[in-house]
């Protein structure tokens, strides 16, 4: 599937530019959300958030939406019969505000069958961990309690199964001797920030496409001996 061939994002009136109405689903802190917004703002991604949808009301990220004058609704998940009729509630908010892709940012919910089909291949999640390792909760106590060496993130669309859905981009830290949950997730959290932005920039340019499970970067230029060794060699 080429992506670009869909052309998610439309021209900004005025301009001729193409740009991305993306709607953000959040839980808690939001920083994830906090470096989409940056990222929109300063220009360096072709796209701009709609709106902000949390599941939980006291959610920090909501508070970093409305610094920045963006729409925020707040859906209690307790307050709906089923995870369908959630999703279909979360469907119609964002097809209000004409979203084009769904980036899931510490969003602690699995998507249903309602969201999958009203975006199909416009759902994006980042997860703090190398994919397929360590997929669900605490990935990052997941790799320090196994003794890995490197760990990271996965920037993936989302599917039906738990963090399984194709990989889009990914980044390593290493893991030292001392190193908690805690110290691992900061170090992961930095690199989120800066691949996340990035996969939302690709998407909006419609450089991305799916073979399969490959997906494959148009225009990207692949690094020659760039590797991280831990401990190194």
């Excluded at 470096?35 to 959610?59: F, L, R, T, W």
């Excluded at 920037?155 to 290493?174: E, K, L, N, R, Y």
């Excluded at 691992?184 to 939302?200: A, C, G, M, N, Q």
Aim: proline share 7%; net charge neutral; charged share 20%.
């Amino acid at each position: 599937m080429n992506l670009s061939d869909q052309s998610p994002a439309k021209a900004a009136p005025g301009t001729g530019k193409r740009f991305l109405k993306v709607g953000v689903l959040v839980s808690g802190n939001g920083s994830n959300l906090q470096s989409i917004i940056d990222h929109c703002e300063a220009g360096s991604i072709p796209a701009g958030v709609a709106c902000v949808i949390s599941n939980k009301a006291d959610a920090f990220a909501l508070e970093r939406a409305r610094n920045h004058s963006i729409p925020c609704a707040v859906l209690d998940h307790k307050n709906f019969p089923d995870r369908e009729s959630f999703d279909a509630a979360m469907v119609r908010i964002l097809r209000e505000h004409s979203v084009q892709l769904v980036a899931l940012a510490g969003f602690n919910r699995i998507v249903s069958p309602v969201m999958l089909e009203a975006f199909p291949m416009a759902i994006l999640n980042i997860h703090p961990a190398l994919l397929p390792a360590f997929p669900g909760n605490r990935a990052q106590r997941q790799a320090v309690e196994h003794g890995v060496k490197i760990a990271g993130c996965t920037v993936h669309f989302v599917d039906s199964g738990t963090d399984s859905g194709p990989i889009i981009s990914q980044a390593a830290v290493p893991v030292f001797g001392n190193d908690t949950e805690e110290t691992l997730s900061r170090r992961i959290l930095k690199e989120e920030h800066k691949i996340y932005p990035t996969v939302i920039r690709l998407y909006a340019e419609g450089k991305i496409r799916v073979e399969g499970r490959r997906v494959l970067i148009s225009q990207a230029q692949e690094p020659v001996d760039l590797f991280l060794e831990n401990p190194p060699l």
